[in-house]
């Protein structure tokens, strides 16, 4: 006993001095440098050291193995926040190694409205012992930390002042749309909130899927909605308001020069919906002097007007992404790292209809970003998607009781709000399942049975993440199914959204069945775009270049694929006249193809003229210009060998 005495001391008195952890530290808010920081380093209730960073946004601590230590930091910026190093654990054979942790320490606004500043009552970092010779981060517990740092949408609710209700300013959204088909979007017309005066409240107008929003309304107040078009294009339409969920609130003929529209106290109940948000997306493209690519696979990050991070998606193979729970009124940047560009390069960014919106030429945070305004301009409006354009991935896993129980060959069952069953999918030998390509949901649910009792061997069934993070601990009881409701954030780990293009199948290559889903009529393999061109002309317009750029961009990339190319009109005008004109416009798509490059034998263009209508709106058809719209078109027809 003496003698292992004996040798502890000898180990802590030649090892003693260099037995430490240096801690070397960067503080940052959103990617800037954050000077003036107070530090504390405690062990229990002992302040051991005192640090002021001053002018400076680094530092250097030095720790005694042997104990667990905070480090406290205070910012007048931030909220007071503390890091865990658990040095306690570390044997003394392992005193004569010097480990060096160095990270960026990340802070946030205290009154950044996106920041959960609760949370920072908990370690915000912990720092551990890796079993050899390091020390590193607890990934899962810093993982799953950061996740809970930016709010997730909550149920507004109603405040109460000294035992009495107090009226709080709501939400009134919806969509704006012809006899109840939300597939007919009232778009870009002015529409406006009054009160049961007739005095005006606020004025808005309808975006590209014919959605739109009042915030701050006091409820009580609201008398009517009023729509209007100067273009007069409605007059003797049927005019539909639904809400958010979708429920026809609401609908009477137009007719000019406004149409005023009643609201009973249910129908602004109906309406009302403090969660209301947007969806926007776009895609990106890489250009040059010389070339132009789609920013394939990079991380797309959606900030607040501080800045901070609040989502952040990956772009598909065609530079696309999008963004759900945009609230309105709000300012958000869309960026992604400097990185991504170099000299003589710029990301443009376009809508999924490939319009030009802006280049990304905002530097801050160390992202090149652009400034979107959740609030009614062209800009939001273009960019803005309807749920009905999405398209959603869901996978997860499921274990028994630990992570060493994969739950195979179980079929999983996804139902909708309404509990009607979208798609099943099988647990494979890994527990893992995938439903792709659905119809986008905000709430969906998770349905297994329990064939056999075969779930009754465990206490507990675990949701983790394909990315291997746990979702949910779900108590099992005997003779009863898996039945899984999610919460709203954990629907975002569960799922992938992305916005619905037929030409991803044809860039990918993938022949599936499943593939057919994705817009692209699996009986006629056809995509239509709405390639635009002025009154009677057949020049294209920069928006229909930029549509053909990605057939260029999608027949670069797949060099098998051939597509016939036709051109339609509307029945406005003589017979004759539209079908020479449709000829012109499909001969003008074809030369600006071949032009950058592709063979011409993979190519056939066609004209109709106005032989092929996709509806009922013939020579003397009372139409609105929005049904005559759907008629003007140029459809791609995939060819077979």
């Known amino acids: 006993m003496t003698i292992k005495i004996l040798l502890a001391l000898l180990l802590f008195t030649c090892f003693g001095q260099?037995?430490?952890?240096?801690?070397?530290?960067?503080?940052?808010?959103?990617?800037?440098?954050?000077?003036?920081?107070?530090?504390?380093?405690?062990?229990?209730?002992?302040?051991?050291?005192?640090?002021?960073?001053?002018?400076?946004?680094?530092?250097?601590?030095?720790?005694?193995?042997?104990?667990?230590y905070r480090i406290y930091f205070q910012n007048a910026a931030s909220p007071v926040m503390f890091m865990e190093v658990v040095a306690n654990n570390i044997p003394e054979d392992k005193y004569e190694y010097k480990m060096i942790y160095e990270l960026n320490v990340p802070f946030y606004y205290k009154d950044d409205e996106d920041v959960d500043t609760t949370v920072f009552l908990k370690p915000c970092h912990k720092i551990i012992y890796n079993g050899t010779t390091k020390m590193v981060e607890d990934t899962a517990y810093n993982g799953s930390f950061t996740k809970k740092i930016i709010k997730t949408n909550a149920l507004a609710e109603i405040k109460a002042a000294e035992g009495k209700a107090v009226e709080v300013p709501v939400t009134l959204g919806g969509r704006a749309c012809l006899n109840s088909d939300i597939k007919l979007c009232i778009t870009n017309k002015t529409i406006s909130l009054y009160d049961k005066k007739g005095v005006l409240i606020k004025v808005t107008k309808t975006n590209r899927s014919g959605a739109f929003a009042f915030t701050g309304v006091k409820s009580s107040n609201v008398g009517k909605l009023k729509i209007e078009s100067k273009e007069n294009d409605l007059n003797s339409a049927m005019i539909t308001i639904l809400n958010g969920a979708g429920k026809k609130i609401v609908s009477a003929k137009y007719m000019a020069p406004g149409l005023e529209m009643p609201l009973k106290d249910e129908d602004v109940r109906n309406l009302t919906d403090n969660n209301f948000t947007y969806n926007i997306g776009g895609k990106l493209i890489l250009s040059s002097s010389t070339q132009k690519k789609f920013l394939a696979n990079k991380t797309v990050y959606l900030s607040n007007k501080r800045n901070t991070v609040i989502k952040k998606?990956?772009?598909?193979i065609l530079g696309t992404f999008v963004f759900e729970d945009i609230k309105p009124d709000n300012t958000y940047f869309i960026g992604v790292d400097v990185r991504e560009s170099g000299n003589g390069e710029k990301i443009?960014?376009?809508?999924?209809?490939?319009?030009?919106?802006?280049?990304?030429d905002t530097i801050a945070a160390a992202r090149r970003s652009v400034k979107v305004s959740s609030d009614y301009n062209s800009a939001f409006n273009d960019i803005s998607i309807s749920d009905d354009e999405m398209r959603m991935n869901v996978k997860a896993k499921l274990f028994g009781d630990n992570t060493n129980n994969p739950i195979g060959k179980l079929k999983i069952l996804l139902l909708n709000d309404s509990y009607q069953v979208i798609d099943s999918a099988m647990t494979d030998d890994f527990g893992s399942f995938k439903f792709k390509y659905l119809p986008f949901l905000k709430r969906f649910y998770l349905s297994a049975e329990n064939t056999n009792n075969i779930l009754d061997v465990f206490n507990n069934i675990l949701v983790y993440s394909n990315e291997d993070n746990m979702i949910k601990i779900m108590t099992h009881e005997k003779g009863a199914k898996f039945n899984y409701k999610p919460l709203s954030s954990e629907l975002n780990k569960l799922k992938d959204i992305e916005i619905d293009d037929p030409w991803l199948e044809l860039v990918s290559g993938d022949p599936s069945p499943k593939s057919h889903q994705r817009g692209l009529n699996s009986s006629k393999k056809t995509i239509v775009e709405n390639i635009l061109f002025d009154n009677n002309q057949y020049e294209l317009l920069p928006q229909a270049k930029e549509i053909l750029d990605k057939v260029i961009l999608v027949m670069n990339t797949n060099k098998s694929l051939k597509l016939e190319l036709s051109a339609h009109t509307d029945s406005k005008g003589n017979d004759a006249d539209n079908l020479k004109l449709s000829q012109l416009r499909a001969k003008t798509v074809r030369e600006y193809i071949t032009n950058a490059g592709i063979d011409i034998s993979r190519l056939i263009s066609v004209g109709y003229g106005e032989s092929r209508l996709r509806n009922n709106c013939g020579n003397n058809v009372p139409c609105s210009e929005v049904e005559h719209a759907q008629n003007r078109r140029v459809e791609f027809k995939i060819l077979e060998d």
């Open 18 to 68: 260099f037995a430490q952890v240096t801690v070397i530290g960067h503080n940052l808010v959103n990617n800037t440098k954050l000077t003036h920081t107070k530090i504390l380093v405690k062990d229990g209730n002992d302040i051991l050291q005192r640090l002021d960073t001053k002018t400076s946004s680094d530092f250097t601590i030095k720790l005694d193995y042997g104990k667990i």
């Open 348 to 360: 443009d960014f376009l809508n999924k209809d490939d319009k030009f919106i802006s280049h990304l």
């Open 313 to 316: 998606t990956t772009t598909n």
